[in-house]
């Protein structure tokens, strides 16, 4: 690349997630008004409640730190041309392995921390190895195979939770992180821990390693060709593997961020109520931001300030907050058709 | 082409092979249900109590793919048409109508998705993920838009569907239907013209095009009837089997509805069995929660895990070199 220039290829991503983001919250207007609520009103709240003052933006991060990460292990799941809907069971795992290292086991205050990140990453990365090697030897389709293992890990955690980590006395949640493991708070009152940096840079060097290296070129020549890469001598088999590992990578640190890096719980709930979701909403999270690491920073943001608006949403308008998960579906949905865009524009011209 | 019928012919030995497996398989378990003190007939009840939605789902969605469309949205739909159906039977006072909404819902999901599939050229897997999504948060909506409470609503007693009192014990007609309606799918596929405009429409869409037939006529109609058949699944979740919608009351059915597909190799009367023994795991996996000396050794979790470790296992076992039609999941564009 010679020089950069905002050509029109650059710019129509951002325009096609503009519209998929109008259309969802329109369609999600319109069932509000099925049900008489003043979408109005709601959408004054909502967005009020998302970005209206700094400690809600600290907040909005809040919720974003998880979401960019399920979403990184979607979108990397993508770029290799697999659709690992994964993250939920992985980023349980990843919660779990958080909570057990930080709650369980006594460090210097720094290195705790660090150690727990690290056993959270490790046992999400774990657990999504079997998808990967299911994939690889047998052919099966990671989107059953996935969600297969989201089910069982559900279970699988809960059970973990009450039979080896609850704390004593209290079997619904584990024993919380202590001090030494919890990444300290940004601002006094919010949610917002230092974890949201790691989350950030963890986006950031997956980027870096997508689009700079050898490996990451390799990864996403498989996905774009992968009879390119055969022919190119590229295993896709390794490749595989590789994708699903730093996806679970990914997951687990996002539910590890949920745990050691989230107020006021710092402890995993044994109905799993403080994670569960995410996964999925990352899902949603990767395609509004294009399937793209830096985009769906972004879109995380906008996400996490829906879920965090949605809050004074129902509180003043009455409209339960899970509608805004509804309207991502719906985003989702919207994006799906290439050519939107182009309907549209057909459509206003006649 | 020769060659090809050939691959066909040991397919499906390979397939009635592992059914035989199966068979085999589900016989020993009623020797160890018989050796723990389980009643095989409450087995039996339970297995096709679960079998129904997974058959209903898995048969839909066996028309759907051989026109050449894929919706993983099933999930979604299940969900969706379980509340709709609940709202259905309260509105009109009677659990058959209830079920009917269901279908109907589905049917709408189904119609909206072939839409956007056939209209929009959308990328399938993505809708489909899109409608599973949408589900999530528009089930818990609704649960609460409608009836003010969050997460779960419980069905009246007199809207319940009751089941028939058979030789081989209760049975919902539901599950009549379901058994029926596979066997009706598989006439329908292979000895109407429609059925065979449907195939053609997923191998080669082309040449159904150029023989005057609209492809995008029959892919929504499938889908259509797809959606329809697992809106009736999801609707007799509440209405004959749990009595009550909950939010997360498909539990990843719609994804084990995909692995009997994908085990069927979009055969319906073989997504039935594949239903079967899906289902019967589960129903096993209810009856062994509940058994006194079972209970007590093996957590209650892990009995949950069972139909979804099943799932998995069947898949890896089975899976194998299944043909599928050529333009799956592949928007057609006319030139």
Redesign the interface.
């Known amino acids: 690349m010679k020089r950069f220039k905002i050509s029109e290829v650059h710019i129509r991503p951002f325009i096609q997630s503009g519209v998929g983001v109008l259309l969802g919250l329109l369609l999600g207007a319109l069932?509000m008004v099925i049900?008489r609520y003043d979408p109005i009103i709601a959408y004054y709240w909502l967005f009020r409640g998302a970005f209206g003052s700094i400690s809600d933006i600290m907040e909005t991060l809040a919720f974003a730190t998880p979401l960019m990460l399920t979403a990184l292990t979607f979108a990397i799941g993508v770029k290799t041309g697999l659709?690992n809907?994964g993250a939920e069971g992985q980023m349980y795992l990843g919660a779990l392995g958080a909570a057990a290292a930080a709650g369980a086991i006594t460090l210097p205050a720094g290195l705790h921390v660090a150690v727990a990140t690290a056993f959270g990453m490790f046992l999400g990365a774990l657990w999504a190895i079997p998808a990967a090697l299911?994939k690889m030897w047998?052919?099966?389709?990671e989107?059953?195979?996935t969600?297969?293992?989201?089910?069982?890990a559900f279970?699988?955690t809960?059970?973990l939770i009450?039979?080896y980590f609850a704390e004593p006395g209290r079997a619904e949640k584990t024993a919380p992180a202590l001090p030494g493991a919890r990444y300290p708070i940004l601002m006094e009152g919010s949610s917002l821990t230092a974890v949201v940096f790691v989350a950030i840079a963890f986006c950031i060097g997956i980027y870096i390693y997508l689009w700079g290296t050898k490996a990451g070129y390799e990864l996403r020549l498989v996905g774009a060709n992968p009879d390119a890469a055969n022919y190119a001598g590229v295993s896709s088999r390794r490749v595989m593997l590789l994708s699903f590992v730093l996806g679970g990578l990914a997951a687990g640190l996002a539910g590890a961020s949920q745990i050691i890096g989230r107020p006021p719980a710092w402890s995993l709930y044994a109905t799993l109520g403080n994670v569960i979701?995410l996964g999925?909403?990352g899902?949603?999270v990767a395609?509004i931001g294009r399937n793209h690491p830096i985009g769906g920073m972004f879109a995380a943001v906008f996400y996490g300030g829906l879920r965090h608006g949605s809050r004074l949403m129902e509180y003043r308008a009455g409209v339960?907050s899970?509608?805004?998960?509804?309207?991502?579906?719906?985003?989702?949905?919207?994006?799906?058709?290439?050519?939107?865009v182009a309907?549209i524009r057909r459509r206003f011209k006649r | 082409m020769k060659a090809l019928s050939g691959f066909k012919g040991l397919a499906s030995r390979a397939r009635v092979a592992w059914l035989l497996v199966a068979v085999i398989l589900v016989a020993f378990l009623f020797y160890v249900i018989e050796e723990f003190g389980l009643s095989p007939v409450s087995l039996l009840e339970g297995g096709l109590l679960a079998m129904t939605p997974l058959a209903l789902t898995a048969v839909g969605e066996c028309i759907n793919e051989k026109s050449g469309v894929v919706n993983i949205g099933l999930e979604g739909i299940l969900l969706i048409s379980s509340v709709a159906g609940v709202f259905g039977a309260e509105l009109f006072g009677n659990g058959i109508l209830g079920l009917m909404v269901g279908a109907l819902t589905g049917a709408f999901i189904g119609f909206v998705f072939g839409v956007v599939s056939v209209y929009g050229r959308a990328d399938q897997v993505v809708a489909g993920m899109g409608i599973n999504i949408f589900a999530l948060g528009f089930v818990q909506y609704l649960l609460m838009s409608i009836w003010g409470f969050p997460g779960i609503h419980l069905v009246q007693k007199r809207l319940m569907v009751r089941p028939i009192y058979t030789p081989i014990g209760q049975l919902s007609i539901v599950t009549i239907f379901a058994i029926i309606a596979a066997g009706l799918a598989h006439i329908f596929l292979y000895k109407t013209v429609l059925g065979f405009r449907i195939r053609a429409t997923g191998e080669s869409p082309e040449a159904v095009d150029v023989a005057g037939v609209r492809v995008d006529r029959v892919r929504i109609l499938s889908s259509t009837l797809g959606g329809a058949l697992c809106g009736l699944g999801g609707a007799f979740m509440p209405l004959a089997w749990f009595g009550a919608a909950v939010k997360e009351i498909s539990a990843g059915r719609g994804f084990i509805a995909l692995a009997c597909v994908v085990f069927a190799g979009l055969e319906p009367l073989l997504a039935l069995a594949a239903a079967f023994i899906f289902g019967f795991a589960e129903g096993f996996s209810f009856a062994v929660a509940v058994t006194p000396g079972v209970k007590e050794v093996i957590p209650f979790y892990f009995v949950n895990m069972i139909p979804y470790i099943t799932t998995l296992m069947i898949v890896t076992i089975a899976i194998g070199r299944k043909r599928f039609p050529k333009a799956s999941g592949v928007p057609y564009r006319r030139e």
């Open positions: 069932l049900f659709f809907i299911l047998r052919g099966v389709h989107v059953i195979s969600i297969m293992f989201n089910w069982i279970h699988f809960i059970y009450i039979y979701t999925f909403d899902i949603g395609l339960y899970e509608l805004v998960r509804a309207i991502s579906g719906l985003i989702v949905v919207a994006l799906a058709i290439p050519e939107i309907i």
